[in-house]
């Protein structure tokens, strides 16, 4: 159980920190273990945002299980967690060009 919330962390932080490195302008010099790491800590940035935001808001059916069906918005925040992120981290590394 815990390799498997491992390894869904990692791949739900390479997906956030890759759409996040999408869609802020401009080549950014990180590999992949930074991508997951931005990912990651951007996903719980744009979970805390959210709460404060909307609540705490967990959405289960009547089993008791995590619903997936409603958790874009979930991801829609990570993603713009991921862009906040990003865009603190090449701030103050200054490791962005302008072309991309």
């Known amino acids: 159980m815990l390799l498997g919330s491992f390894l869904g962390w990692i791949i739900a932080g390479l997906v956030v920190g890759a759409l996040a490195r999408f869609f802020v302008p401009g080549r950014q010099d990180m590999d992949i273990i930074m991508t997951i790491i931005l990912g990651i800590v951007g996903a719980l940035v744009g979970g805390f945002i959210s709460s404060l935001l ?19 918005p979930g991801w829609i925040m990570a993603v713009i967690g991921g862009v906040i992120v990003l865009a603190g981290y090449l701030a103050i590394t ?3 060009t302008t072309s991309r």
Do not use: H, R
């Open 54 to 72: 909307f609540g705490p808001n967990v959405m289960v059916d009547s089993t008791g299980t995590y619903v997936v069906a409603t958790a874009w």
């Open 94 to 96: 200054n490791k962005s």
